[in-house]
């Protein structure tokens, strides 16, 4: 069955960094299109970052644009989420999408002073 599994969260400082890995399996990886969400408390999961299944194509949502980059590794089937100075407004669960479908089990990112 399809499975993704978040890791790289953690609490840090704003302006600090922080990349998120999401390992898929049960599922032709390098066909799928993969994504970031992201969920406040309270607040709906929103897009965050967008990559087409051979990585040519990206799509930001305009809050983290020049600050997170999406980025795959098809021959380890995964994907990664690169996040550079990290503001408080961006603490939140962030999952793992595959395919606009299947999501992973989150992982937690708090930016706090």
């Known amino acids: 069955q399809v499975q993704l599994v978040e890791s790289g969260g953690g609490g840090v400082q704003p302006g600090e960094s922080l990349r998120l890995s999401c390992a898929a399996s049960?599922?032709?990886?390098?066909?799928?299109?993969m994504s970031w969400y992201r969920q406040a408390p309270g607040k709906q999961r929103d897009l965050v970052a967008q990559?087409?299944?051979?990585?040519?194509?990206?799509y930001y949502t305009e809050s983290v644009k020049g600050r997170f980059t999406i980025s795959r590794d098809n021959a380890k089937n995964t994907v990664y989420l690169q996040m550079k100075s990290l503001k408080t407004e961006d603490t939140a669960v962030y999952y793992c999408?595959?395919?606009?479908?299947?999501w992973g089990q989150g992982t937690q990112v708090t930016v706090s002073s």
């Open positions: 990559i087409s299944s051979g990585g040519s194509n990206t």
């Open positions: 999408n595959a395919l606009g479908h299947y």
């Open positions: 049960g599922f032709t990886f390098s066909s799928a299109h």
